[in-house]
Structures are given as C-alpha cells and as structure tokens.
C-alpha cells in the first residue's frame, strides 16, 4: 500500500456516516459441543444475490477459545497529526479467545467473505510477553493495536488485569501498556478522549469470577468491579479511580463522545444488587475535575417463579443485565442491550445528562420468550449489538459467555437479526432479517469498512 491512507479512515465521524453502506458483517460463532469455534461471514447487503446467508466461514483449529470481542487492526485513529500511520490498513481482525488465552489474527483483504488465519499467539506467548491473560477487548489508536485482558499472567489468571499493546505492522506483542496502575487491579472495556489524552477504563471482575458463570454471592458481597479509572494516555499512568458503589456490580462497556473536544461518555451497569435494576452512567470532566452520575436506570421486571431460571427463582424478578450498549457517530443515540428481560432500548442522548427514552424492541428474554416478528422462536436476549456508520442498521446477537449462558438459557440457540432505525427516534425489527445459528452461539459483530464502535477519531465535526 502506498502513502494514502485507507479509504475507510475518516478524520470526522460525521465524514464516517456518509460512508458507504457496509456489505459484510463478521460474527464470532461459539461451539460448546466439542467442536472449534468460527467466525462466520454474513452477507448484509440487500441487493445481493446472497443476501442473507452465510457466505463464508472460518473454523479455528483449537476447541475452547470462546471467542469474544475482535477488532480491526487499523482505524480512523491513524489519521490524528501526532501519530500518522497512512501505511497501515483496515485488513487484520484480531479475534482473542477469551477462555483460551489465545489470539488469532485473521486477514480479510484478498477474499473478504473467506478470510485466511495468518498468525496465532499462542497463551504462553501472551503471557509472557505482556504478564496477562484472558483477552477480551481490541482497539486500535495512536500507539498501535490496544487490548484488554481480564486476568494477570497465569493460566489461573487471578489478576491484575489490563491493557497490551501491539505493533500494526508487525503484529507483534509490544508489551504491558500501563505504566503505574494505582489502584487498579480489574479490567473489562477501556476507551479514550483522544483531544484530551485521557484514557478510561472499566471493570467486570478476575476469571474466577466469570468463567464458571455468576457467582451471585459474589455479587451480593460487591466483589465484582464497580469502578471506572481516568488515565493519561501518554504517560500511561493512573490518574483517579471513580467508585459508583459496591451494589453497582459489573461496570463494563465505555462509550465517549464520538467528537474528540467533548469530555463526557456512557458506561453500562449490569447489576444493582439491592433491587436488580440496571444503570446507565455518565461521566464527565467538570472543572478540571472526573466526575459520574446515574442517568438511567432501567428496574427488574416481576415474573413468575416457575419462569425463571434457578439463579433468579429466589427473587421472583427478571433484571434487565445490561450487557452491551453503542452510540451512534452522531452522539444522538445510544443503543443498550438488556440480556435479561430481551429488551433492546434506544435513548435519545443530545443531552447526555438527561437521556429520553425514544424507542425499543422486544426479543427472547428470560421469562417473556418473545419470538421475532417473522414467528421465529428466539431464546437468549438482545446481547452484543452493533450499529452501522451512519446509524440506520442496529445489528444484533444473543449470546454473552458459554456458562453465563447455560445459567439464563439452558436452551440457548444462536440468532442474528436487525433493527431498522428512525432518525428521528425509534427502532423497529426487520421482519425478514432472521438468521438462526441453531448450536452455533452468536456474539460479537464487526461490520466490513468499520461501525459506530470500530473508530475514534481526531478531528471534531464541523459545526
């Protein structure tokens, strides 16, 4: 490649939504049956003779990795001044195995719908190059490839957890990001305000706190995490932790303001242990000064007892377990997944202290069961979603973690649907688009050219 940059980087999200449509869409595919997992290669456009099908599919060669949340890596981030790379390109999905400790990296450039592993880092390698284990989230930005892994570098990984880095040429592991950590010990998601240098992070909790399921004792306890940590993305140290309260348990997905000047961005809480609901949060930089607040609180949904799974039988609720959330590139909407009552939520969030409810939809759920409009029976909920760049297409899936999934789900099988988007407000399900993975489990989603969660950006929108 020459000295242009990728044709997919924008300098603005606003240039990013007058994007062209995606094409793609690259699922992450689970087997729990003693078969490999697989990422899945969807064909989404509408005017295509294979609309609608799976046009390709890689099978890993390990059985265990449970893949999670993949990413590119090259983005729009490439283009801020200080940190130029118009060599690199949106080629190399980095897909960790999140129970294996291992990572594929996977090239889509030549065949697009049938994407060729070219490299695999093995767990002992990842290891021991970064002191971590257990990677679950990719993003890339001014330094290299950034990811996030849960467990320190042990195969029992019981933590710190944290950040690594990677070379985008390479694709090699540079090493640990962090520089001091403070207080710091859980990790999940991390994000960042690019024109202000500062990194946030946030918190689910150390291997032996997920990977067996949920520990509700655990939860009741306020051991899981409940913070989120404020960083200085150049020195790579601890800045200040925010504690939103040990009944707040499992703070996880960051979203920022896609307008880098902005200081403000939204978190999601799975769980409040004293009622079940779940949260929404802000945070915000107030005169010189980090600062989070509650801003949506979505309550538990009574059910009855013979409707619920065994981990929610003594409460005789269902609680929304917010699991995932997105914002459109506009910084209108934000898109929250709630796993347990099989909602999917979208709030008009303009003024991203008082967030309006403006529309929803229903699927799955614990006790509700919804079908999808074309009749089609969907266990699980509304769980990693992803929306397209210039925010009509809200695309989602259903599974969260293997053995989280047998605890809600017991009958649990993979589907991928779409919402269609008013831009004025509102979401309704594409009645024809119904994709069901039977045994396959359905989790992340990654659209061809990048989606509303793929890029940062450098340059404010134009006013």
């Not at 990842?126 to 990811?147: A, D, F, N, Q």
């Not at 029992?156 to 950590?181: A, C, V, Y």
């Not at 992070?201 to 995490?225: C, H, I, M, Q, R």
């Amino acid at each position: 490649m020459g000295m242009t940059a990728d044709k997919t980087f924008y300098p603005t999200a606003k240039m990013a939504m007058e994007a062209p449509k995606e094409e793609l869409a690259y699922i992450a595919t689970l087997n729990v049956h003693g078969k490999p997992d697989s990422l899945s290669t969807v064909d989404v456009n509408p005017e295509s003779d294979s609309y609608l099908s799976r046009v390709g599919e890689l099978t890993f060669p390990n059985i265990g990795d449970e893949l999670h949340h993949f990413g590119w890596n090259a983005c729009s981030a490439h283009l801020c001044p200080y940190a130029p790379h118009p060599d690199v390109e949106r080629r190399y999905l980095l897909i960790p195995g999140l129970r294996s400790s291992r990572m594929y990296i996977v090239d889509t450039k030549d065949n697009p719908r049938d994407p060729k592993i070219i490299k695999t880092i093995e767990p002992e390698e990842l290891m021991e190059k970064t002191g971590y284990s257990r990677p679950h989230t990719i993003h890339c930005g001014p330094e290299g490839i950034y990811v996030s892994a849960l467990g320190g570098g042990t195969k029992s990984g019981e933590g710190p957890g944290g950040i690594f880095l990677m070379d985008h040429l390479t694709l090699d592991i540079k090493g640990q990001w962090e520089n001091d950590r403070g207080p710091q010990h859980y990790a999940y998601d991390f994000w960042w305000h690019l024109g202000h240098d500062r990194v946030i992070t946030s918190e689910w909790g150390t291997p032996d706190l997920f990977e067996n399921g949920l520990n509700l004792e655990a939860a009741v306890a306020g051991k899981y995490g409940h913070k989120i940590h404020i960083w200085d993305l150049k020195t790579h140290n601890h800045l200040h932790e925010l504690d939103l309260g040990k009944e707040h348990q499992m703070v996880l997905e960051l979203r920022p303001s896609k307008n880098p000047k902005n200081t403000y961005g939204f978190v999601g809480v799975v769980v409040n242990t004293q009622d079940l609901s779940a949260s929404i949060w802000t945070w915000y930089l107030e005169k010189d000064e980090w600062k989070i607040k509650k801003t949506i609180t979505i309550p538990a949904q009574p059910a009855a007892v013979e409707d619920l799974p065994a981990p929610l039988k003594q409460f005789g609720a269902v609680p929304p377990l917010i699991t995932d959330i997105n914002l459109s590139l506009d910084d209108k909407f934000l898109y929250v997944s709630c796993w347990g009552t099989g909602e999917l939520h979208q709030y008009d969030v303009s003024d991203p202290f008082n967030p309006k409810l403006a529309g929803m939809v229903e699927i799955g759920g614990v006790a509700k069961k919804k079908a999808h409009p074309n009749g089609s029976p969907a266990t699980g909920g509304p769980q990693m979603v992803e929306l397209s760049r210039d925010g009509k297409r809200l695309y989602f899936t259903n599974s969260l973690y293997s053995s989280w999934d047998d605890q809600f789900y017991s009958d649990i099988k993979g589907w991928f649907v779409k919402a269609d988007v008013s831009q004025s407000g509102g979401i309704t399900l594409d009645k024809d688009f119904f994709m069901d993975f039977g045994d396959q489990r359905t989790h992340q989603v990654r659209l061809q050219g990048g989606d509303s969660s793929s890029d940062s950006f450098c340059f404010p929108n134009e006013e």
